[in-house]
């Protein structure tokens, strides 16, 4: 297992501040109760900060008919909504919301060219919120497939989620499966699917980025 380079300075700093306050506990109070208390604490959290940036292996599922999950979660979504910032026509729309306890790195759920890129600045409610979708800050992404299917995808930041990192730009290719950024603590994908797109996820299931197949192209 990897750990995601955009965590590297989160760890450290997180090192830094726990470090200090063991070093602080056990100069106070010597190798007491107390100190040993606040030494399992900061052990933990320093651990979990850590996990977090994770970055398992994955058995990634590579084919231009289908649409894998983005991102590991729960789908909180599936609708036929009116997509307005890109398509601006009908779409399939299915959300995958992640917790903390989530890995966060974001893939392509498509291969194809980028045709659009785009960062919106916006407030900071609850992720799994339908509402979240357009009011919170997010990156807009579109990628046309071999086969000419325009999906659009959207990284939206959540009520604990404060940065979106993403790596595409508009003309550059997509390969299914590659990463395209990473949300921090708590989060949602989105994903606008051409009318016809038959879903093969239905909401409350829990996915895997790269490995389950949220829909195939018909």
Known sequence: MKIHKEGYNI????????????????????WTLGSQIITGICAVLFLWVVWFF?????????DKDLVVAPCDGKVVIVKEVEENEYLKTKCIQVSVFMSVFNVHVNYYPVGGKILYSKHHQGAYIVASYPKASELNERTSIV?????????????IAGYIARRIVCYANAGDKADQCSQVGFIKFGSRMDLFLPLGTEVCVKKGDNVKACETIVAKFQ
């Open 11 to 30: 760890i450290s700093i997180a090192f830094i501040i726990f470090a200090s306050l063991i070093l602080a506990s056990n100069l106070l109070l010597g």
């Open 54 to 62: 994770r970055v398992p292996k994955r058995v990634c599922v590579v």
């Open 143 to 155: 990628v046309e497939t071999e086969g000419g299917k325009k999906v659009l995808f959207r990284q």
